[in-house]
């Protein structure tokens, strides 16, 4: 999962630098998620700020509380003090160690009245350069829910740059050019090493076209290759178990014709569910705002979430360099990583993952066939309500795409 910040600043010593920044920017970002998500009491310290293998930064997951997001704030403050000076909050620290902007910064979130601390969003805003408005007074874990738009776009777009701004990359190192060789060595040397750096280049080419090529065909084409394809499928979450066929057609959400049984229920429940539209058991539902009734219904919308090739793809972009691949016994290949869940953007741009409050990683395992189609999705997942949850699909028969229509029989 990750090291606390506590062990990577014994062991490396103390953030400088770009290093700082991407740091307090890609907390502030999580936290933001967090707090528009109604999550707050986040009780940071440098002990529960975990720091990836690629450099991310996430929260470890724990207990939670009802203190507002201005306590989350000074918190937040004073783990960034400590990554940056090594010293606990409660230590005299050097503060003339972080740059100015930055000092500015902590100075607002250490104000003595949590309410007029800034907002999470509020930060990542001033991290990137956005000038905008305060947030004004905290009031409650939803504070700052409607913070209204910045300049070059709203909340989401606004997160969204500062994770993209802080997603880990790989750098494309080229090899260096051969020295220039005396002009007095004779045509055929040149001639020969004229071959040698070509071979040298094809050589790097392969190397490229093995490592990178071969996940960009099994991520960012994902989609692609798919076309419009419907498959038999069957999911399996908990007490949820969802048998049935999807239809995907890249250009609209994924609908579903399932048997759904949960919970306790003594027998399946016929579902369709085409975008927001489902109907269970003969009884229509909008899947964007289940209601608090029958399990079919509340259900159905974390089938699909969890289910979709949308999600596969999802989870694939928000793991970046991060997926590692594999050839899967009788072909294809086995992609797995690990994503924060408040990233995965598949068919629900929602502040959570299926349920799962977003604070915590996705790991996930996704098997493809030759062609590239999935199938099997294996998800584990955790919340600090319901503890670890495993979600598996199994997608069978992908064939021509096949019309799902709303109605009591799909």
Not at 149 to 159: D, K, N, Q, Y
Not at 372 to 401: H, I, K, N, Q
Request: proline residues 9%.
């Amino acid at each position: 999962m990750g090291e606390p910040l506590t062990a990577v600043v014994r062991t490396a010593g103390p953030l400088t630098g770009e290093r700082l920044y991407l740091f307090a920017l890609g907390t502030a970002t999580t936290m933001a998620r967090l707090h528009l998500g109604g999550i707050a009491g986040l009780r940071l310290s440098p002990a529960n700020v975990l720091i990836s293998p690629q450099g991310q930064a996430f929260f470890a997951p724990g207990p939670r509380d009802s203190l507002f997001p201005g306590h989350d704030v000074g918190d937040w403050a004073d783990v960034v003090v400590f990554a940056a000076t090594g010293r606990q909050p409660d230590a005299a620290a050097d503060l003339d160690r972080l740059p100015p902007a930055l000092r500015a910064v902590i100075d607002e979130c250490r104000r003595p009245d949590p309410g007029a601390r800034p907002a999470a969003v509020d930060l990542v805003r001033i991290l990137l350069g956005h000038p905008g408005q305060h947030a004004g007074p905290h009031s409650g874990p939803h504070a700052g829910r409607h913070p209204g738009r910045c300049r070059g776009g709203s909340v989401h777009e606004l997160l969204l740059a500062a994770e993209r701004r802080t997603m880990p990359y790989e750098r494309v190192r080229h090899p260096e050019p051969p020295p220039p060789e005396p002009l007095w060595r004779r045509p055929a040397y040149l001639a020969g090493l004229a071959v040698g750096v070509l071979a040298v280049a094809v050589a790097a080419g392969v190397v490229i076209l093995l490592s990178g090529g071969e996940r960009r065909a099994a991520t960012d084409d994902l989609l692609d290759a798919m076309g419009a394809r419907t498959a038999t499928f069957r999911h399996v979450s908990g007490e949820t178990v969802a048998e049935g066929r999807l239809s995907f057609d890249g250009a609209a959400s994924t609908a579903y014709a399932m048997k759904l049984t949960c919970g306790n229920a003594p027998a399946p429940v016929t579902v369709s569910l085409v975008g927001s539209r489902g109907v269970a058991g003969g009884a229509a539902f909008d899947a964007a705002r289940p209601p608090n009734g029958p399990c079919a219904q509340q259900q159905a919308p974390g089938v699909r979430e969890l289910s979709s090739p949308y999600t596969i793809k999802a989870l694939l972009d928000a793991a970046g360099t991060a997926v590692t691949s594999r050839t899967a016994e009788g072909g294809g290949r086995v992609l797995t990583g690990s994503a924060l869940a408040h990233r995965v953007r598949g068919e629900e741009d929602a502040a959570s993952f299926a349920g799962v409050g977003a604070e915590g990683p996705v790991r996930f395992t996704v098997q493809v066939d030759d062609a590239g189609l999935p199938v099997r999705l294996r998800l584990r997942m955790e919340s600090r309500t319901a503890g670890a949850r495993v979600a598996e699909t199994v997608y069978r028969d992908w064939r021509a795409y096949e019309d799902i229509k709303e109605g009591p029989h799909g």
